[in-house]
Every structure is written in C-alpha cells, then in structure tokens.
C-alpha cells in the first residue's frame, strides 16, 4: 500500500514517465494481482507500443491470467525483435518451452540470454530448473554453485526451480528446496509461502500452516 500511494504521487508530479508504469506493473505482479498490472501495461503500450520491457511484462500477466503460451512467446518474440538483448525475453521464452518439458529448446534460450549477461542468476536459475527436471543432477549442482558463489543469499533461486517442480508436481523436492532458501534468507516470505504450501501437500499440516503464517507476517 505504501508503494502505491508513492507511485501515485511520482505519477502525478511525472505524468509522462512511462518507467514508473512499469516499475507499478512489476510490484502488482509481484503481489500475484495482474488484473491491475494489465491496465498499468495497457496505459504504457498505449503510449509507446512497441516498448520492449512493456511487452515483456504483458507476457507476464498472459501467463499470470491464463496460462496463454500462445500469447507470451508472440510479445516475447515481438520485444527481442525490437531489442534482442533482453535478457528477460529469453527468461520467459526458456520458460514456456521447459513447461513443455522441450529441454534443448529452453537451454538454447537461456544460452542466448546468458550470451548477453553471463552473470544473470535468474538465467542461471532457469538454466538449474531445466537440470532438475530433465534429471541432469551435475548441470544441476554445477549451477547451483554458480548462482551462489555470485550471490550467497539469492533464495530466488529456489523459488524459480521450485515453480516449474511444482508444475511436474514434485512437492517433496520443493519442501526441500525451500527450506534451503529461508535459511538463506529468512526474509524470503514467498518461500516461506511456497513451504508452507507444499508441507500441507506432503500432509503435514500443523509445519505447514506455521510456514504460511511466517510468510503472512513477513
């Protein structure tokens, strides 16, 4: 809510700005509420329709709302063709493909994100999620060790495998997972969401329901 209230106040003193519409879509997406990311993106490509980033992030609400494949690769397509060096286009674009469970494909995504910025951990990240769904335990460790000798607290990373290991329906390799990621950052309250979740999955309810209202408070 503080967040609103200060993007509404820089909207007003900055009408034109259209980064504040995006950063405004990138935290209602955040907050899993892409109904209103949806108008602030639709306001932003109203007045620069070919903007990249905003193409990207409606790629975002398509899978948010609908689960619209379909929809996300064509905005994913249309940005990088705009400007291929997004690295997030190919994020999304990896993505899609590894819910088909097309593994090469989503690696050949991701090398050409990482070809741009080698050092994106949410690549890398993406890049361990096609390892551990395609059983490649080595890619998978290797990975993981890049990832955190960058940056020893990104739980994210977690968090990106754990949503395509849910999607395969993998619950007890995501309670795992996510109780590596709160102990690397205790502030994580999407993974402690994500575990409190899946422990009530495995039935255990009374740990689970703990995990859930760490994350609520947090």
Request: hydrophobic share 50%; aromatic share 8%.
């Amino acid at each position: 809510h503080d967040a609103n209230d200060a993007f509404n106040a820089a909207e007003r003193a900055a009408p034109q700005n259209l980064q504040i519409l995006l950063w405004r879509a990138e935290l209602f997406l955040e907050k899993h509420d892409p109904g209103h990311a949806e108008e602030v993106l639709s306001e932003a490509l109203a007045r620069a329709p070919s903007h990249p980033r905003a193409l990207v992030w409606m790629a975002h609400v398509k899978l948010e709302q609908a689960l619209d494949f379909d929809a996300a690769k064509t905005l994913c397509e249309r940005a990088l063709a705009i400007n291929p060096r997004l690295t997030h286009a190919h994020f999304v674009l990896a993505g899609l493909a590894l819910r088909d469970l097309e593994f090469q494909s989503a690696l050949d995504q991701v090398a050409r994100g990482l070809a741009v910025d080698p050092a994106n951990l949410e690549l890398l990240a993406m890049r361990a999620a096609v390892a551990f769904l395609s059983e490649d335990r080595a890619l998978f460790r290797d990975t993981r060790a890049r990832v955190f000798g960058k940056n020893p607290t990104f739980s994210r990373f977690y968090s990106i495998v754990g949503e395509f290991a849910e999607w395969e329906h993998r619950y007890d390799r995501i309670v795992e997972m996510m109780r590596e990621a709160v102990v690397l950052d205790d502030q994580d309250a999407e993974a402690h969401a994500a575990l409190g979740l899946n422990l009530i999955r495995a039935g255990q309810e009374l740990a689970g329901v703990q995990s859930l209202r760490r994350a609520a408070a947090k």
